[in-house]
C-alpha cells in the first residue's frame, strides 16, 4: 500500500510542477494558433496544390507545408489524411503530410524546444521534412501501378481559390508574436525593466509549505511548485470552467462566460509572465520585457476580436482552439501523472544498457518505444524529458520522438483501414528505418561529428536510396510492358 502511495504522490506531483510551469506561456498561446489555423486558414488554399497533376517539386514541399499548418497531433491528422486520399491525391504526397504532421506541428516544435532544447526541435523538423518526403517519394514508386488505379477512381481534386483575410493574417502573426514573447529567452525578454514589492505576508511560508508538498529532485528531471504556480494552476481551473459554459455551446451564441474566459485567459498570461520572488512579509514582482510583450500582445489580440474578427470568424476561432484543448488536455494531464509513476518504477541502469550510447540497437530501441510507450503528440515530450534524466542518448531520444507520432499501434491499424494492410507496414517499415537513421545521424552531431559530415552522410544515403529505387521503378516498367508482337 505504501508503495503504491507513493507511485501516486509521484504522479500528483509530477503534474502539479507540470502544469504550473509549462502549460501557461507555451501551450495556451500554441493551442489558440492551432485553432486560428484551423479555422481562418481555408483548408483549399493548401490543399489544392496536392492534386496529381501539380508538378512533384511542389505537391510534396506543399504536403508538408500542408502538414505543418493544419494538423496537431496524430488523432486530427488521420481523418485529414483520408480525406486527402479519398479525395484523389497521390499516395506520396499523402504519406508525406501523413508523416510531418505529428512530428513538426507548431504544438510540437515550440513545446520541444522549451522543454528539451532547440537543437533536437531543429533537429526533429529538418529530418522529419526530409524523411517525410523522402517516404512518401518512396511509397509513390514502390505502389505506382496502385497509385494510377486509385487516381482512375476519383475526381479532378482541390481547385478552390480562397483566400485568407488582412485581418485574420495579422491576428494570426500577433499570436505567434505572443508564443515568442512568452517563451523564447532572448536578453530583452529576460531582461528586468522594473520591479516592487507588495506587502503580502505568508507567500514565503505558503512556498516552503508547497516544496514540502510536492518534493522533487532536480538530478532526475523534477520540478517543484512555486506560491505563484499555485495560482496559476487554481486560473487554469477558472478559464476551464468559464470556456466550458462559454465557449461549449458557442454556435447558440455568445454570452458573458464566453468574454469572461477571454479575459481569464489573458490575466493568467499576464500573471506567468511576471517574475515573482516571495519574501518575509512580502513578495517582489518583476516586471521584464516579457511580461510587456504579452501585455502588448494580449491587449491588440483582445482589440481585434471585439472589432477586427468577424462573429463567424470568432466563433470558429474559439471553437477550434476549445476542441484542441478538449482533445489533448485530458490527455496530457493523464500522460503527465503517468511520467511520474513510471519514473518512479524505471530503473536508470535499463535505460543507460538500452539507449545510454548512440547505437544501431540504442536508436531502435528508441523507435520500439514509440509503437509500444505512445502518448499524443506534448506528452511524449515529457515522456522524452523523463528518459534523457534516466540516461537516455539524444540519438535515440531523436528516433523516439519522430516515431512515436506515426507508429502507435492505434495509428497503423487506421492508416491500414484508409491504404490497405501492405501498404500501412511497408510504411510502418520505412518510418521504423528512417527514424533510427535520424537518431544515429543526430546522435552523432552530438558526440562530435561536424555538421559538414553528418549531412554529406544524409545527402549520400539518401542519393544511394533513391539510385535503387529509380532503377527498380525502371526495371518493374520494362518488365510489365507488353512484348511485342511478330
Known sequence: MDFILQLFYSGLGNLASYLAAHVLLCLLPAFYIAGAMTALIPKETVTRFLGRTTPKWISYPASAAAGFLLAVCSCTVIPLFAGIYKKGAGIGPAITFLFVAPAVNILALVYTGKILGMDLAIARLVLSLAFGIGIGVIMALIFSKEDAEHDAATDAMFAGQ??????????MLVLVILLVAGTF?????THTYAS???????????????????????????EGVTAQGAILIGMLALIGVASWKGIENIFDGFNAWTWASLALVGLTLLIAALKVNPISGGVTLALTGKF????????????????????????????????????IFPLLIVGVFAVGVIRELIQPEW????AGSNTLLGNFVGVVFGVFMYFPTLVEVPIAQMFLSLGMHRGPLLAYLISDPELSLQSILITATIIGRVRAWVYVGWVALFSTLAGLLYGAWVDGMS??????????TLALLSGILWLAGKYKKVDTQPAAIH
Request: hydrophobic share 50%; no cysteine.
Open 196 to 222: 516592487f514589492t507588495l506587502p503580502i505576508s505568508g507567500v514565503d511560508t505558503f512556498q516552503n509549505w508547497l516544496a514540502q508538498l510536492v518534493p522533487f529532485d532536480p538530478t532526475k528531471g523534477e
Open 185 to 189: 529567452q532572448f536578453d530583452f525578454l
Open 451 to 460: 555538421l559538414g559530415a553528418v549531412s554529406l552522410i544524409l545527402l549520400g
Open 351 to 354: 535505460i543507460q544498457a538500452l
Open 162 to 171: 480562397a483566400a485568407m483575410r488582412r485581418a485574420a493574417v495579422i491576428f
Open 292 to 327: 510587456f510583450g504579452v501585455l502588448l500582445t494580449t491587449v491588440t489580440l483582445g482589440w481585434m476580436v471585439k472589432s477586427q474578427l468577424s462573429e463567424d470568424e470568432n466563433r470558429e476561432f474559439l471553437w477550434e482552439s476549445w476542441k484542441f484543448v478538449k482533445q
